[in-house]
């Protein structure tokens, strides 16, 4: 179970999917004055069954269009007041950047926007964090000693692990980070890194699980991950020779990153959409990220994911997470200039 790697599963971005929810079959995806439609950026293997439980919780029918979180934020903007969307359900915070910038979300309560850290939150209200996913180097522990991992991704540029490291430069979380370093350290700084790793030959690879699953056999001793993709291999495999480093507090290898949910303000804005934003938020679903996805809860109480320190000795200064959207596009021209794409 993980998030389809950016960029795939767009040819199919203008089917709408039909949810068949517990007690409830939707035949056709017509829509109607009951249901709650959702642009979900969140993949529907990893999701659908917290959208059934909702369903059954409430009553309220769910029609979804599932695709890619970025090309579904362009799709919201391109449609405007046409939109028949009434909550955007996205994989990173960025993408809910460019749609609340567009003037498209619909402030939130208080009491859904103080459930979470002021860092995972708009700071107009427009959208609200629902799962938090860290920056980790995942690392092969029959060859690497935990006392030797880098605690900077700055140190990644030795000569120690020339060959040795592993990145998915295509990928929305890979260039997510790259956006929130150059915010952080300069886009000079950043360009220096991206090329001292690619003189250090980086090896690329298409996402996050295919990192994790290629130090599991120490085709590479280290790769640059989101924290949950160790939990996916070890569902899916058992154990495996891999552990989660966690960088320096603050270091900007060490962003952590926000899945969150936003109410469109030129859909129909209603009180159902707003009963799903305060059931994302709720415990047991909060609950259901950390067991079922090993995300963070970004609500307080909640134990943090497996083998993984507590979210406040993770989370240091780092950029807004709304202006990794707008900071896409140079990063992606930065990526093609020292030849990574």
Known sequence: MHERPHGQGRTRLATLVCLVLVGTAIAACGGSTDTLVVY??????LVG???????TETG???QVRYGDSTALANALVEEGDRTQAE???????????????????????????DRVPAEFRADDGGW??????????????????????PSSVFDLTAPRWQGKVAIAPRNASF???????????GEEATRQWLEGMVANDVQSYPNNLTIVEAVARNEVELGLVNNYYLHTVRREQGEVPVENHFLTKGDPGALVNASGVGVVAEGKASEDALRFVEFLLSDASQEYFVEETGEYALV??????EDSPPLADVTGEQPDLSA?????????????????L
């Open 40 to 45: 979900s950026g969140r993949n529907r293997e």
């Open 49 to 55: 069954p917290l959208l059934e439980r909702f369903h």
């Open 60 to 62: 309220i029918r769910i």
């Open 87 to 113: 909550v955007f359900f996205s994989q990173d915070a960025g993408t809910l950047g460019i749609v609340d910038a567009a003037g498209m979300l619909t402030a939130l309560p208080d009491t859904a926007l």
């Open 128 to 149: 609200v964090g629902t799962s938090g996913r860290a920056r980790v180097v995942a690392f092969n522990t029959d060859s690497v000693p935990a006392g030797e991992v």
């Open 175 to 185: 260039q997510a980070f790259v956006s929130a370093m150059t915010l952080e350290e």
């Open 300 to 305: 307080s109480g909640i134990s943090p994911p």
């Open 324 to 340: 990794l959207g707008a900071e896409l596009p140079d990063t992606v021209a930065l990526l093609e200039s020292v030849g990574l």
